[in-house]
């Protein structure tokens, strides 16, 4: 027998409030892809293993494949989605783009969202704080050494920009 | 001029849709009324199935289709592979598949299947396989092909017999998976008796074929489309996933989507084949190698996939990096009841060039010569293999010749070798091996590498003239995240003379494009990249004469300039390439070309040079890699930012592939044990070392733009280099890959214990 259950949810998501109903089963991730069509964030393992799913909960970067859609609360979630288009891409985005930090792609929402946190309370990280930060997003095309460019500039054009 | 941009870093073409999340992968999509299906797998190595009670699960609320061994139809995925086979051969092998509402439906769908096995005896072993006795895991026995493959030059009897010194050792290597980072996906959905799919594919044409002719289709009937890809490394498909796919949407009347799990994606997938290598190697005292020999036991797993290439493959290094009149490989490909590999960055090539390029540094040693020296006085050079040339003069010679007698198109593995020896210091800072002391050692290591250059079959492209005044390429090759999207559109840029920022690529659809090879192979910056310039050559050409009418001039006096067609001795009379399409008269300024890359004269390859500094934990045995420099004769460089980022990865994702990747199957029970990315342990942020890249002054005279091929040659030389570097670290002997820190702390405990 199925065993499900509904319930009425609010989620807010890239400042964007959402009336919903979800199983009590589905998480976070689920939910954004399936019922908000926000595939941004991808499905790498679904078991906490590889970060391709990363958002941000108030800031906070995390799996959204561990954590189900009823725990997220008042909390506000940004996707890829909320950072930037391709006509005004993020700060982020721009260094990623500028020093080629990805290669397929599909890890790379979670990257520029881990990089955004990271940047976000650590405005000047060295080496060994970005390697940390970014250590729970995996990159099977290993494009690490780019990534690692990228974020440097990223980090240097805030320092430029003050912000 | 147009400002030229082969040999320049211009962005990655899909970068921003990536960046923003825009891009759209095969798991991504969704169709009206699409359903999803989930797969039932092999519990057991090997068993035929007995019986399936399907009614369970038919009964269940929402479950629109099954497909089972015993209502599939009778097609063929592979030579060696039904739709669905009453006979499993791995555990995880394809038992039967379901469509439902949704994915938890399906799932559950899955659970109320009840399958009746026979167990069978099963084989989990390449060596126990080959015996006689052993449980066939296909009809006509383990050996595929039914016999070993045999390739020589001159005669290695004669060579050995030459030979001061003989030395031999065996060497193995474990499967692992690429284990890209999106789990393979598909979408089957019929309209009319026509069928389209979008899936995970590395070809969408070899796809096309491939269901066509299981599901027993007219090829036009068939419809396959290659959404953005979440990495391929060759791998994606030589799986059932898709016509399965197809055949549960045919049944249910609606669209159905598999995705695969992460531990199906790792286990059913397709992994690199593990091998074992043994190899003998005659020598002079004064240096010179007179004889190699060869040997490689292959596990294919399940099915035979693309093994028999990989088979091939793995010899390459032995037949070829070495200048040597006789030279020989043996190789046998064998079933076992494990996952079955399949195509992976490469193929076999690192395999064999761990054991080639680990025994070449010993011999070097126990010569006393320096592993550098032994190498700028034996590698194969300009003038190729001694020896005389077999394939008639007008025909194209193979990128993995056996014969002597024919010349390189350009190889720079000497400059590889001496800038990259440069670049780690290894002149000034090698010790000898086993010298460094302390709790820690370290050490320096380094490797050659030779790989097919990059011509593929013949190869086909499109290029037009849009509205908007850009060019569009249209080419059947799918951009896997290696780049080759962004490459074909520097080439088709500077080829027209226009902006690479008014280039469009159209790729991956085989209703939109003609047929082109498979991005794998390293083929596509080469044979692609022929036919994309050859296609915009002619657009070219069909541009200038359209112009010519009119603004009356002779096309010799037109030229293309920032996106407009201007007379050269009066430049003031132009027309911009926007009028140009408009003015056409709601004809399209298109032009075609196809092309058969390749040389009758030369031996297209890549080269490489690889150099690993360790740094070897005697108490923990914990491998640390201190820094690698990867030098490569790649022709021309297209990219520089995407070719660096390109050997980087591939150097970084075989560091994996050396200290601590594999695929573990119990031969007690044929269960995978480690289904995960977090016990297939592959290279994290943290493991990531500093890697140096270097290109050789190279323009590759037959190559588009000068390029030769790029993927895959920077994960031939890593284990090798890494072995190498902990050899001179430590004086231990490891032959087993991946090098784990019992596999140190064990080489450590037989060397004191002698």
Redesign the interface.
């Known amino acids: 027998m199925?065993v499900?259950h509904a319930e009425k949810i609010s989620l807010t998501v890239n400042g964007q409030e959402h009336a919903l109903e979800v199983?009590h089963?589905w998480t976070l991730l689920r939910t954004l892809?399936?019922e908000l069509?926000?595939?941004?964030?991808?499905?790498?393992?679904?078991?906490g293993?590889?970060g391709?799913c990363t958002v941000l909960l108030d800031g906070v970067p995390i799996y959204a494949c561990q954590m189900l859609a009823l725990q997220v609360g008042s909390r506000k979630v940004l996707?890829?989605?909320g950072?930037?288009?391709?006509s005004k891409?993020h700060p982020v985005?721009q260094a990623?783009?500028?020093?080629?930090g990805?290669?397929?792609?599909?890890?790379?929402?979670g990257f520029?969202m881990s990089t955004k946190a990271l940047l976000d309370r650590t405005p000047d990280p060295d080496e060994d704080t970005?390697?940390?930060a970014?250590?729970g997003?995996?990159?099977?095309?290993?494009?690490?050494?780019?990534?690692?460019e990228s974020v440097k500039a990223a980090a240097r054009g805030r320092a430029k920009d003050g912000r | 001029m147009t400002d030229q941009v082969v040999g320049r870093s211009v962005p990655r073409i899909d970068l921003p849709e990536k960046l923003t999340g825009e891009a759209r992968y095969t798991s991504d999509l969704k169709l009206p009324g699409m359903l999803h299906g989930k797969v039932l797998r092999s519990p057991y190595p090997h068993a035929r199935i007995v019986a399936i009670e399907t009614a369970g699960a038919e009964r269940l609320a929402g479950v629109h289709a099954l497909v089972t061994p015993f209502d599939a139809p009778e097609g063929k995925v592979a030579p060696d592979m039904g739709i669905l086979n009453d006979e499993v051969r791995f555990v995880g092998d394809e038992v039967a598949a379901v469509a439902a509402d949704d994915e938890d439906v399906a799932q559950e769908a899955i659970g109320l299947i009840e399958v009746r096995y026979d167990p069978l005896p099963f084989v989990t072993d390449p060596e126990e396989a080959l015996r006689p006795t052993a449980p066939a895991v296909h009809p006509g026995g383990n050996l595929v092909g039914g016999r070993p493959l045999s390739l020589e030059r001159g005669s290695i009897d004669e060579g050995f017999s030459e030979a001061d010194r003989i030395f031999e050792d065996t060497f193995t290597t474990p499967a692992h998976s690429g284990g890209a980072l999106e789990p393979r996906a598909a979408i089957a959905s019929w309209d009319a008796g026509r069928l389209t799919v979008w899936k995970s594919s590395r070809g969408v044409h070899q796809d096309k074929h491939m269901m066509a002719s299981a599901l027993g289709l007219e090829s036009d009937t068939v419809r396959v489309i290659g959404p953005h890809m979440g990495a391929g490394f060759g791998n994606k498909d030589e799986t059932r996933l898709a016509i399965l796919a197809a055949i549960l949407a045919q049944r249910a009347g609606r669209p159905v989507k598999i995705e695969l799990t992460r531990e199906e994606e790792l286990i059913a997938g397709r992994t690199r084949h593990a091998t074992r290598t043994t190899i003998r190697v005659g020598v002079k005292d004064e240096g010179s190698i007179t004889a190699i020999h060869a040997s490689t036991i292959m596990d294919t797993g399940a099915y035979m996939s693309s093994g028999p290439g990989v088979l091939r493959r793995a010899g390459q290094g032995a037949l070829y990096l070495y200048r040597c009149p006789h030279v020989r490989y043996d190789g046998q490909l064998v079933y076992t009841n494990r996952p079955s590999a399949g195509s992976y960055r490469a193929l076999g090539a690192p395999q064999g060039h761990f054991a080639l390029e680990a025994l070449m540094d010993r011999i070097a040693q126990d010569l006393g010569m320096d592993p550098l020296d032994f190498r700028l006085k034996n590698h194969v050079g300009p003038e190729g293999q001694p020896g005389q040339r077999t394939t008639p003069p007008d025909e194209i010679i193979d990128t993995q010749p056996v014969e002597g007698g024919v010349p390189f198109s350009s190889n720079g593995l000497r400059e590889c070798l001496t800038r990259g020896a440069e670049a780690i210091g290894w002149r000034e800072r090698r010790r000898p091996s086993g010298e460094s002391k302390g709790p820690k050692v370290t050490g320096l290591g380094m490797s050659m590498i030779i790989y097919r250059g990059g011509p593929g079959g013949r190869t086909a492209a499109k290029a037009r003239l849009t509205a908007e005044g850009g060019v569009e390429v249209v080419s059947g090759i799918i951009d896997v995240g290696e780049g080759a999207a962004t490459v074909l559109a520097q080439m088709a840029a500077d080829e027209m003379g226009v902006s690479y920022d008014s280039v469009k690529m159209t790729l991956a659809d085989t209703a939109l494009t003609l047929p082109a090879h498979i991005t794998a192979g390293s083929m596509t910056t080469f044979s692609s990249g022929m036919a994309v310039k050859a296609a915009s050559a002619q657009l070219k050409a069909v541009v200038l004469d359209a112009a010519s009418g009119i603004l009356d001039a002779g096309v010799d006096d037109l030229a293309l300039q920032e996106g407009s067609v201007v007379v050269g001795s009066d430049p003031q009379r132009r027309i911009t390439l926007a009028e140009l399409a408009r003015s056409a008269g709601g004809k399209t300024l298109e032009a075609e070309a196809s092309v058969l890359p390749g040389s009758t004269k030369s031996i297209i390859n890549s080269f490489g040079a690889h150099f690993a500094e360790v740094e070897v934990d005697l108490g923990t045995g914990q491998v640390r890699i201190v820094r690698f420099v990867a030098a490569h004769d790649s022709g021309r460089i297209i990219n520089p930012a995407l070719a660096t980022n390109q050997v980087e990865g591939g150097v970084s994702q075989m560091l994996g592939f050396t200290l601590t990747e594999e695929m573990i199957t119990d031969g007690r029970s044929g269960f995978t044990l480690n289904g995960s990315y977090l016990e297939h342990k592959g290279p994290t942020f943290m493991d990531y070392p500093d890697i140096q890249v270097i290109f050789a002054d190279v323009v590759d005279p037959e190559g588009p733009f000068g390029a030769k091929a790029l993927g895959e040659p920077p994960s031939v030389g890593v284990a090798p280099a890494v072995i190498n570097a902990i050899h001179n670290a430590t004086g231990l002997r490891i032959n087993d890959l991946p090098v784990t820190p019992d596999r140190i702390l064990n080489a450590i405990q037989m060397s004191e214990t002698g």
Not at chain 1, 96 to 100: A, G, N, Q, S, V
Not at chain 1, 102 to 109: A, D, E, F
Not at chain 1, 137 to 148: K, L, P, V
């Open positions: 199925s499900s199983d089963r892809r399936d069509g926000l595939t941004g964030a991808k499905r790498g393992c679904d078991r293993e590889c391709a996707t890829i989605e950072l930037g288009d391709a891409l985005q990623f783009l500028d020093y080629d990805g290669q397929c792609g599909y890890c790379t929402p520029v970005i390697r940390r970014l250590s997003n995996i990159c099977r095309c290993n494009a690490y050494g780019r990534i690692m």
